[in-house]
């Protein structure tokens, strides 16, 4: 079985105008860094992958996760988790709900639970659960979005931008962890950023998008 | 299961009018209506016509031309200060005072008997009031006043709602560091992206002002008053013929209302080439008096407003008071024992409908949101006129035909017909104060949560919705506040049977007893304003503890 | 598209052809069976709260004869009048949304020439039997006969309404008012014509002014300006000495009370001769008010209901309109606090225990006495009110 994202063909078009072409493969755990200057398609590719491709947009091509064509399929269906550079926590539900907003069907209510506990404790956030989210600094909500993502079990990772908005001394940290967890996890990830430190951290393959 | 949504919403809105259009033409045409002899030259032959068409397109266009410009001195000159957030805390309830409420306690301020004269006449012991007329000149300035002063708040909150659409004070910094005052910067730079965004509902002031029935008839002129108020005395002549007259009146009001805001929209391609000239004559403005005049003249309009109200609260509980006496010989509560059982009897079935026609409107609204985001479907610009076409053909133009059209297929009067008739009016409003903050939702929120498995309808209810619940109870609360203020609507679509608060504080109006005025003023006044109260205090309650949700 | 057929099908069908499902008013015995637990929409004028209090007093007493009685609320008596023709013209002849008019005049006098009253009934009603039918104007309305299509429930005379602590001897003439008004200038008004109180005020300076009031029975005729030449001459002379000279003017009766009230005019006109004295008790008048009559009588008339041809309620209209008749009803009506209008009965027919009752009510402190009362003059007929008010509407109603 072919496991990890593979990017077979892809060519984005607006309006006949082809925007990017591309064919790529990510391994579980690794990460492929997408570099290019705004408007080279990057958030683009990443709403293909998503599912949620705006109707000006054309693509054609197909692209695969641990073997199956994601073409067609509801983006809730694919099992692929994004991060923003933004942490967006919904702010309407404290930190522990939020936590629980992805956690796959089944279990019991204290399964759930202590699965919830268990991954604050794993991020340092012991006992942050009743917190209102807008109350976190910075780096705690970053670990936050992604402990959410990563308890939906997800199958792929995208990450937009995701390290810019945090202070210099956080970002390195949050990176770390991060590509930790992502590789610990065996889900293969999709970067885009403008930071060549980014793509450094990551250590993995990196494509240089044009205009 | 969305889909079918904006197609129902669109014959909602459009079916209604065109009907009640259809139901006028016949009528001033000669059908329907027997016995009507060439209702068109005998509406143009009315003695009054003129002077009639004049006074409602004058007091029209200067009241919009007044609310319009006071909205934007107030927001030019005081955007972010101390004194606009208590000027926009003082103004924002006025909102949902109904106009009949507010022209009939602003009309015993200003009368030469009124409040404001008696003071001077208590100082100087005059026993008799100066005859001046003050409420209903000839030329409609008092009506002008009076609808000014319940526009202003409509078109603040608008405009301020636009503000966030356009980087205000990012613009506006730019604009102060290449050296322009505050006034002139923001009038370069910010008025025309907010005008943009206003300009609908500018112009639904604009035809308001020339059409409406219940401010004019308070505070109108009478010899003759204007021509909608001339429209509603045909439609009840006892002549019966006349009403072909009051059908061909009410085209004759349409065509008006339509070069009125064919002129009003030259205007703005005029107004657009001088401002680009001043650009680049690089003049500014005498910021000090601008400033002043804004914030004077708006404080003026909430004061008086204000003070309307509390004549209406005072004559509810006055025994006898007469001129010049600033208050009551004594203070009694037989008003409201009097009246006040029947008010809140009445209230209830107010209630009752304001909330169904909001929750169709609402449930219409979201689907037709939902669906623009799932399906894309959306008309744009098309949709936004089709929104507004209730509320830019005159009320006296199609209403009457509305009445008569669903008769001819057999649908008597009935509460089903006013519930209708309300939605006709509630959705637009609805769809405008929701519209905004839905688009503004940052679609990010629902990409994670899909990421995380969320399906479509999960984002709705337990994201969306949730966050949004703020904008949602605003939107429920303005559309209670039209469904109670519908006048019109409800007496002629419920054929006298369907009585609101409105209907019988206009009924009530025509006797003059202030007393009864101001139990039902206040009570309707009241009726409009606990949604708007309930729509602050819940999400302030429901999220106390959510920092996150208080700016949302 | 179908609703433009449904339009054009609806016209074809507006044919009258009056279905008759109504009971037969000389069977009350079958009326008042079938009254029962029927819903009347009486469609009254709502500008009074007097009015509407005593409605809802009506409303009580329907209530033990099993009838559910509802006030709807007009600004205008035509409006009523609108709806029963809207609704004839679309082909509804029974089912009505109108059950019961409170009606006179003009609007009387449209609605029985175009068909739309059921009757007759009033002289079938058990009540009728106390009706004043020799001395009051209760069988003709604004001189067009009533033929039972309307039963009357009130007597209405023009009164002045005056304060006497401005007005030492009020003007009880055309010629004196006028007097008057030159050395108080902006002191009088009278409610905008085609307000009927209004034109009831052109009407009686009218009778004041000719010399010949018989004419005024007869419809208009090609004679009108000659006949009315006099009265536009004394208007010319009256209305730049009028409260705001003229460029304005009260909407309706009762809003004169609150001008006087104000202090912006020294008099005023009513239908009712109790009228100022409920206004004093409610505070709505000075206790200094007055009332007085022109030397040479005044205007008076009576109130009606008639009950449309597709009324939904005919047999429970009839019990209201026979509540409305009863001696009690007819005293509360006449109580000064209360309402103040005047009744329709002749005490000769009543019960000694009711007469007493009539004659021991206080009129109150602003109503005159019968005798006081003086002539009562009977209406022109309706074309001549509708004629005045167009003509005042032309000649002042929109001038400059």
């Given at each position: 079985?072919?496991?990890g994202?593979r990017i077979?063909?892809l060519?984005i ?7 990017l072409?591309?064919?790529?493969h ?9 570099m290019?200057?705004s ?10 992958v998503m599912g949620?491709?705006a109707?000006?947009f054309r693509?054609t ?8 064509d994601?073409?067609g399929l ?5 099992h692929?988790?994004?991060?923003y550079q933004?942490?967006l926590?919904f702010?309407h539900l ?13 279990g ?5 639970r202590a699965?919830v ?5 794993e991020i ?10 807008a ?11 992604l402990?959410?993502t990563l308890?939906?079990?997800p199958c792929?990772?995208l ?15 949050i ?8 590789r ?6 999709l970067?885009?950023?403008?930071d ?8 993995g393959?990196?494509i240089?998008?044009?205009v | 299961?969305l889909?079918?949504l904006?197609?129902l919403?669109?014959l909602v809105?459009?079916g209604?009018?065109l009907?009640?259009?259809i ?6 045409f ?14 143009l032959?009315w003695p009054g ?15 919009t031309?007044g609310?319009l410009?006071?909205a ?6 005081w ?7 208590w000027l926009?805390?003082a103004?924002?309830?006025l909102?949902?005072?109904p ?5 009939l306690g ?8 009124g409040w404001?004269?008696r ?5 100087l ?9 003050i ?7 008092s009506?002008a ?12 909150l608008?405009m301020?709602a636009?503000?966030g659409?356009v980087?205000?004070?990012s613009?506006?910094a730019?604009?102060?560091s ?7 910067g923001?009038l370069?730079?910010?008025?025309p992206?907010v ?19 219940d401010?004019?008839v308070?505070l109108?002129?009478?010899?003759p008053?204007?021509?909608s108020v001339?429209?509603t005395r ?6 019966l013929?006349?009403?072909a007259v009051?059908?061909a009146?009410g085209?004759?009001l349409?065509?008006a209302t339509?070069a009125?805001l ?6 703005e ?5 001088l401002?680009?000239?001043w650009?680049?004559s ?5 910021e000090?008096?601008?400033?002043g005049?804004?914030l ?5 309009s909430?004061?008086m ?8 609260a ?8 007469t ?12 008003s ?14 107010t209630?009752l ?12 609204v979201?689907g037709?949101l939902e ?5 894309g ?5 098309r ?13 006296v133009t199609?209403?009457p035909?509305?009445?008569l059209?669903?008769?001819s ?6 509460l ?11 959705l637009p409003?609805?769809?405008?104060s929701?519209s ?9 929120f629902a ?5 995380l498995?969320a ?8 994201l969306?919705?949730p966050?949004?619940?703020?904008p ?7 559309g ?5 203020g519908?006048?019109l ?5 419920g054929g ?5 608060m ?7 109006a025509?006797g003059?007893n202030?007393?009864?005025i101001?139990?039902?003023g ?5 009726a409009?304003l606990?949604p708007?109260?309930?729509a602050?205090?819940?999400?302030a309650i ?5 920092r996150?949700?208080?700016h949302? | 598209?179908r609703?433009a057929?449904s339009l054009l099908a ?7 052809a009056?279905?008759q499902?109504?009971?037969?008013p000389?069977d009350?015995?079958a009326?008042s069976t079938a ?5 009347v ?7 009074s ?6 409605i ?8 033990e004869?099993?009838v559910?009685?509802?006030?709807v609320?007009l600004t205008d ?5 609108g709806?029963?023709l809207n609704?004839?013209q679309?082909?509804?002849e029974s089912?009505g949304s ?6 006179n005049?003009a609007?009387?006098?449209s ?5 739309l009253?059921?009757?007759p009934?009033?002289q079938?009603?058990?009540?009728w ?5 020799e001395?009051?104007?209760v069988e ?7 033929q ?11 009164v002045?309404?005056?304060?006497s602590a401005?007005v ?6 055309a010629a ?7 050395e108080?200038?902006g ?8 307000d009927f109180?209004?034109t009831?005020f052109?009407k009686?300076?009218l009778i004041?002014?000719?010399?010949d009031t018989a004419?005024l ?5 090609d004679d009108?300006?000659?006949v009315?030449g ?5 208007l ?6 009028l409260?705001?000279q003229?460029r304005?003017y009260p909407e ?8 006087i009230n104000d ?15 409920t ?5 709505e ?10 030397e040479g009588g005044?205007l008076?008339?009576?109130s ?8 939904n309620?005919h047999?429970?209209?009839m019990v209201?309109?026979d509540?409305?008749?009863?001696p009690?009803?007819q ?6 606090d209360?309402l103040g ?12 225990e009711?007469?007493?009752?009539f ?15 003086g ?6 007929h309706?074309t001549?009110?509708?004629?005045l008010?167009?003509d005042?509407?032309a000649?002042y109603?929109?001038?400059?």
């Open positions: 079985m072919d496991r994202l077979e063909g060519r078009t607006r309006g006949g105008e082809t925007l072409a591309i064919d790529a990510v391994a579980p755990g690794a990460v492929l860094t997408l290019g200057p408007g080279s398609g990057k958030s683009t590719l990443l709403s293909v949620d491709l109707p000006a693509a091509g197909r692209v695969l996760l641990d073997g199956r994601l073409t509801a983006p809730e269906a694919r692929v988790g994004i991060l933004d942490p926590l702010p404290d930190v522990a709900t939020n936590l629980a907003f992805g956690l796959p069907r089944g019991t209510r204290a399964e759930r699965a506990e268990a991954a604050l404790a340092g956030l012991d006992g942050y659960g009743p917190r209102d989210p109350t976190l600094s910075g780096g705690q909500a970053a670990r936050v979005a402990m959410r308890l939906s079990k792929a990772l990450l937009d931008e995701p390290f810019s908005k945090l202070d210099t001394d956080r970002r390195d940290q990176r770390q962890l991060v590509f930790a967890r992502a610990a996890a065996e889900i293969p990830v970067m885009v950023t403008h060549a430190a980014d793509a450094e951290a990551a250590g393959e990196i240089r998008l044009g | 299961m889909r079918p904006p197609l919403t669109t809105l459009a209604p009018v009907v009640g259009l139901g006028a033409v016949l009528p001033a000669g059908y329907l209506v027997p016995g009507a002899d060439m209702p068109f030259s005998r509406a032959d016509l003129t002077r009639a068409l004049g006074v409602s397109v004058f007091s029209g266009v200067l009241s031309l609310a410009g006071l934007t001195l107030i927001l030019a000159g955007h972010g200060t101390r004194p606009f957030a926009e805390r103004l924002s309830p909102l949902a005072v106009h009949a409420a507010a022209a602003l009309a015993f301020v200003v009368a030469p008997s404001l004269m003071a001077p006449a208590t100082l012991g005059w026993e008799r009031p100066p005859d001046l007329l409420l209903g000149d000839p030329f409609g300035l009506l006043a009076g609808l000014v002063a319940k526009e202003l708040p409509f078109l603040l608008m301020l636009a503000l659409q980087q205000a004070g613009r506006l730019v604009a102060r290449l050296g322009q005052g505050r006034v002139a923001w370069k730079t910010i008025f992206g005008y943009a965004q206003v300009r609908l509902p500018v112009l639904v002031v604009l035809v308001f002002g020339v059409t409406n029935v401010v004019a308070i109108g002129p009478t010899t008053s204007t021509l001339q429209i045909w439609m009840t002549d006892p002549d013929s006349t009403r009051a059908a009146g085209l004759i349409f065509a339509l009125v064919a002129a009003w929209i030259a205007g391609h005029v107004l657009a080439r401002g680009r000239a650009v680049w690089g003049h500014g403005l005498p000090r008096a601008a400033r005049t804004g004077g003249l708006a404080t003026v909430a004061v407003v204000l003070l309307g109200l509390a004549a209406l005072v004559w509810s509980v006055a025994a006898r008071w001129f010049p006496d600033l208050l009551p010989e004594g203070l009694t509560l037989r409201w024992n009097r009246f006040g059982p029947e008010m809140l009897a009445t209230a209830g079935d209630m409908l304001a909330v169904a026609a909001t929750l169709v409107s609402l449930v219409l979201i037709c669906a623009e985001v799932r399906h479907l959306t008309a744009g610009q949709a936004l006129w089709l929104l507004y076409l209730p509320l830019l053909i005159p009320q199609f209403l035909g509305l009445q059209l669903p008769l297929l057999g649908i008597g009067p009935s089903w017909l006013v519930l209708l008739g309300h939605v006709v009016f509630v409003y609805v769809f405008l929701l905004g903050p839905f688009h503004a939702w940052d679609p990010r990409q994670v949560a899909t990421g498995g399906s479509r309808n999960r984002v709705l209810w337990r969306r919705l966050m949004l619940i703020g949602i109870l605003t939107a429920v609360a303005v209670m506040a039209v469904s109670v519908q006048y609507t409800t007496l002629l679509l006298g049977r369907v009585t609101t409105v209907t019988e504080a206009v009924a009530l025509s003059g202030r007393r009864a101001g139990v039902w206040l009570g309707q006044a009241l409009a606990l708007f109260a309930l602050l205090l819940l999400p429901l999220y106390r503890n959510r996150g949700m208080r949302g | 598209m609703l057929l609806a016209l074809a069908l507006s044919a009258p009056t279905a499902t109504a009971p037969d000389t009350w015995a009326v009254a029962r637990g029927q819903t929409y009486w469609h009254a004028w709502g500008g709260t007097a009015t509407n209090d005593f809802a007093w009506i409303g009580e007493q329907a209530a004869e099993g559910d009685l509802r006030h609320k008596t035509a409006d009523a009048v709806v029963v609704e004839l679309s082909g509804i089912g109108v059950d019961l008019i409170w009606i005049g609007n009387f006098a609605m029985k020439e175009a068909g009253l059921f009757g009934f009033a079938h009603l058990p009540n039997r106390y009706v004043d039918t001395d009051k104007t003709t309305d604004f001189t067009v006969p009533t039972g299509y309307e039963s009357p429930w009130a007597m209405a005379q023009l002045f309404v005056y304060d401005d030492e001897t009020p003007p009880a003439s004196k008012l006028l007097q008057w008004a030159h108080n200038p002191r009088f008004t009278f409610p905008q014509p085609p109180l209004g009831t052109l009686q300076m004041e002014l000719t010399d004419r029975q007869d419809p208009v005729g009108y300006e000659e009315t006099i009265l536009w001459d004394y010319d002379q009256l209305e730049p000495l409260w705001r003229g304005a309706t009766g009762p809003r004169q009370f609150q001008l202090g912006e005019v020294d008099i005023a006109l009513s239908f009712s001769p109790g009228e100022a004295t206004a004093i008790e409610n505070f008048l000075p206790e200094s008010v007055r009332t007085y009559v022109l005044t008076g008339n009576a009606f209901v008639a009950i449309p041809v597709n009324a309620a047999a429970g209209a209201v309109a509540i409305l008749l009863s009690a009803a005293l509360r009506a006449q109580t000064p209360i209008y005047g009744t329709v009965l002749d005490m000769e027919k009543l019960s000694e009711d007469r007493a009752a004659a021991e009510l206080d009129l109150g402190i602003a109503t005159l006495s019968p005798e006081e009362l002539t009562v003059l009977p209406e022109p309706p001549w009110a509708t004629r008010a167009a005042w509407v000649r109603g929109v001038a400059d």
